[in-house]
């Protein structure tokens, strides 16, 4: 069993990897989301992770507001995949926000040190919660036992043909991150999450499977489906964050290698991943393993064995007819 405490700018894929987790009881005890500024702004993404919660009739979960802004920058929002509000623009009543009057950052510190050892940390917003947690404490990062980022790449950028959205947002974070001395880190970047699209044909599965959470998945996925067609004139969905969950449940799913990783923070660069992998470098130290491939059939495997078991077998099904048509 993993204890994790999932990092998280809800936002469509996250939305889906928090209802994987959550799902996921038999191998995670998801201990609480904390939100940070990214897809959409803080106080929207926290209000977006109580509707998520709500969704998954998880409403005892607990919830802890992050950081507004990124360290030492502003950065917009990316409205264009999210929608304004975050969620698919799907118009989504309030919930209850039932948020702790802690903040992120306290929450992160005070839980990492008070269970030594005991959680996997994982981060798929930009970094700037855990940021500001490893300049509060200069034993957080010794703390915790695993650190899973959704973020980076070694050779693609969404936000620039070099950065990929979360270290774009807070490059200065994420740069302190890689730096900080995590016992183990692992980066789910571009180059993994590239393989694994919600295809159209999977996103009308889950309308025929007519659940409230397979239903909210459908509806939210439409703002994010269009952006993907308006931007790269792509059919589907990419589910960066929820691979990172997929990852936690089965680690096989990905391919990775030990690499030495540093984030740019200015210039026309600013925000790429610089990956040096040990087996090219070896005179570079390592600080974290990066997963270069992903496997898109294990990945739905996980994703319906635990979200829609009775519906495993014809995910499979169609996936095959779909990528072997190809
Ligand atoms: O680049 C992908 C990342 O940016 C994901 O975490 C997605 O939610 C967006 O925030
Ligand atoms: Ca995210």
Same mark, same amino acid.
């Given at each position: 069993?993993?204890?994790?405490?999932?990092?998280?700018?809800?936002?469509?894929?996250?939305?889906?990897?928090?209802?994987?987790?959550?799902?996921?009881?038999?191998?995670?005890?998801?201990?609480?989301?904390?939100?940070?500024?990214?897809?959409?702004?803080?106080?929207? &993404?926290?209000?977006?992770?109580?509707?998520?919660?709500?969704?998954?009739?998880?409403?005892?979960?607990?919830?802890?507001?992050?950081?507004?802004?990124?360290?030492?920058?502003?950065?917009?929002?990316?409205a264009v995949f999210h929608g304004d509000d975050g969620l698919g623009n799907i118009g989504i009543p309030d919930t209850v926000v039932k948020v702790g009057c802690e903040h992120a950052v306290d929450y992160l510190v005070r839980k990492a040190r008070e269970e030594k050892g005991e959680i996997t940390l994982t981060a798929i917003g930009p970094l700037t919660n855990i940021a500001a947690a490893i300049k509060k404490d200069a034993e957080f990062a010794g703390n915790v036992k695993?650190?899973?980022?959704?973020?980076?790449?070694?050779?693609?950028?969404?936000?620039?043909?070099?950065?990929?959205?979360?270290?774009?947002?807070?490059?200065?974070?994420?740069?302190?991150?890689?730096?900080?001395?995590?016992?183990?880190?692992?980066?789910?970047?571009?180059?993994?999450?590239?393989?694994?699209?919600?295809?159209? &044909?999977?996103?009308?599965?889950l309308y025929a499977i007519n659940t409230p959470v397979s239903r909210f998945m459908h509806k939210i996925s439409r703002v994010y489906m269009?952006?993907?067609?308006?931007?790269?004139?792509?059919?589907?969905?990419?589910?960066?964050?929820?691979?990172?969950?997929?990852?936690?449940?089965?680690?096989?799913?990905?391919?990775?290698?030990?690499?030495?990783?540093?984030?740019?923070?200015?210039?026309?660069c600013e925000g790429a991943s610089v990956v040096y992998r040990k087996k090219y470098y070896p005179q570079k130290e390592k600080n974290c393993e990066v997963a270069v491939k992903a496997d898109v059939k294990h990945f739905y495997d996980i994703f319906f064995k635990y979200l829609f078991p009775e519906y495993l077998a014809t995910a499979a099904q169609l996936l095959t007819n779909y990528y072997d048509s190809k």
């Amino acid at each position: 069993m993993k204890r994790i405490i999932i990092d998280t700018d809800p936002g469509i894929d996250d939305a889906f990897a928090i209802l994987l987790a959550l799902a996921a009881k038999e191998k995670l005890e998801v201990l609480a989301l904390t939100t940070v500024n990214g897809n959409a702004g803080v106080d929207q &993404v926290t209000k977006n992770a109580c509707k998520i919660c709500d969704i998954a009739d998880e409403n005892e979960l607990p919830i802890f507001k992050g950081c507004s802004r990124p360290l030492c920058r502003e950065r917009e929002n990316s409205a264009v995949f999210h929608g304004d509000d975050g969620l698919g623009n799907i118009g989504i009543p309030d919930t209850v926000v039932k948020v702790g009057c802690e903040h992120a950052v306290d929450y992160l510190v005070r839980k990492a040190r008070e269970e030594k050892g005991e959680i996997t940390l994982t981060a798929i917003g930009p970094l700037t919660n855990i940021a500001a947690a490893i300049k509060k404490d200069a034993e957080f990062a010794g703390n915790v036992k695993e650190l899973v980022i959704m973020g980076g790449a070694e050779f693609k950028g969404n936000m620039s043909p070099h950065a990929e959205f979360n270290f774009w947002v807070d490059p200065e974070a994420a740069k302190i991150v890689f730096a900080a001395g995590f016992g183990k880190i692992t980066m789910i970047g571009l180059d993994a999450t590239a393989y694994i699209y919600l295809d159209p &044909v999977l996103r009308e599965l889950l309308y025929a499977i007519n659940t409230p959470v397979s239903r909210f998945m459908h509806k939210i996925s439409r703002v994010y489906m269009d952006g993907h067609w308006k931007i790269e004139k792509k059919l589907g969905c990419e589910l960066c964050d929820v691979l990172t969950i997929a990852y936690l449940l089965d680690e096989s799913v990905v391919e990775k290698v030990d690499a030495f990783v540093d984030v740019e923070t200015k210039g026309l660069c600013e925000g790429a991943s610089v990956v040096y992998r040990k087996k090219y470098y070896p005179q570079k130290e390592k600080n974290c393993e990066v997963a270069v491939k992903a496997d898109v059939k294990h990945f739905y495997d996980i994703f319906f064995k635990y979200l829609f078991p009775e519906y495993l077998a014809t995910a499979a099904q169609l996936l095959t007819n779909y990528y072997d048509s190809k």
